[in-house]
């Protein structure tokens, strides 16, 4: 998704001299396509994630429209007070990128995972909450949100060849994108879930079971109608998410359930416990965690009573 994002907000920049792109030493091998084409405006500020935010806000008060990049753990807390004080409050079009949400960097471990970004972010009612599920959504959520007057937060993968199937794209500010129209049970995925949540919907095929699938890239503003009527329609609904399970989608939907009175019972699939030391690919995370696609199919028989 990194890669899409430079090539995006590329494509921005040939058409609006205010778009800049600040790194906090990072993004080698994914931004050159902005940083070679504009050299000018394009600012490594070093390892300092709060300068970055506050120069940024700085540059945002004068009239520029400045996207700053880090890692997911370093753009969203290392830098929460900066970005809560600076483009929050003032209501100033900073867009934050954080990058490798959720275990991506699983090798680095703790320190550089990104599982509790969008439950922090998104508390903040003055800031724009986007976690695209491939590259093609990044780039259309790029191109859809770039001239928002106040802040936006991204939550990106580093994948750029995944593709969610169905998904084509598809991104619009406040709504979730279906995929299938099982009625058995419905899958809510955030962000990069979205492919292995669309492949746990393929296992459960297999076994007779039609899902429905919701793929939330638009955290803030929420998705409230559609999620409404989709939960309306469902006895049992998953959530998916390499996020903590308090705070992501899995307690948006806890939140619209409760407040709307819906007949539905949730299901919170996430990483539920602070990670223990155990490091390793994402894809091995993922099944220590139960996000792989053959453990979400196994959690969602269980929830039916499918076993």
Known sequence: MRGAFAQA?????????????????????ALEPFADKFPERFFNV?????????VATGLAEAGFIPYV???????????????????????????????????EYGQNGLSHYGVEDVGVMRVQPGLTVIAPADAEQTRTAVLA???????VYFRLGKDDRMTVPGLNGRFELGR??????????????MGNMGR????????LASRGITCSVLVVASLNPAPHHDLTAALSQFPVVLTVEAHYITGGVGSLVSEIVAEGGLG??????????????????????????????EALAATALEALGKE
């Open 264 to 293: 539905c019972r949730v299901v919170r699939c996430g990483i539920k416990t602070m990670p223990n030391g155990i490091t390793g690919s994402q894809g091995y995370l993922h099944q220590m965690y139960g996000l792989a696609p």
């Open 46 to 54: 070093g390892v300092a994630e709060q300068n970055m935010v506050g």
């Open 145 to 151: 949100t770039y001239d928002l007057p106040g802040p």
């Open 69 to 103: 990049y880090s890692i997911v753990t370093f753009a969203s807390l290392r830098a929460y007070e900066f970005i809560r004080n600076g483009p929050i409050q003032h209501q100033l079009p900073v867009r934050i990128i954080g990058v490798g949400g959720g275990v």
């Open 196 to 203: 292995d949540t669309v492949a746990a919907a393929q296992i």
């Open 176 to 189: 979730a994108q279906r995929i299938g129209e099982g009625r058995d049970l419905l899958l809510v995925a």
């Open 9 to 29: 907000l590329s494509e921005l920049a040939e058409r609006d001299p205010r778009i800049l792109l600040l790194t906090g030493d990072l993004g080698y091998m």
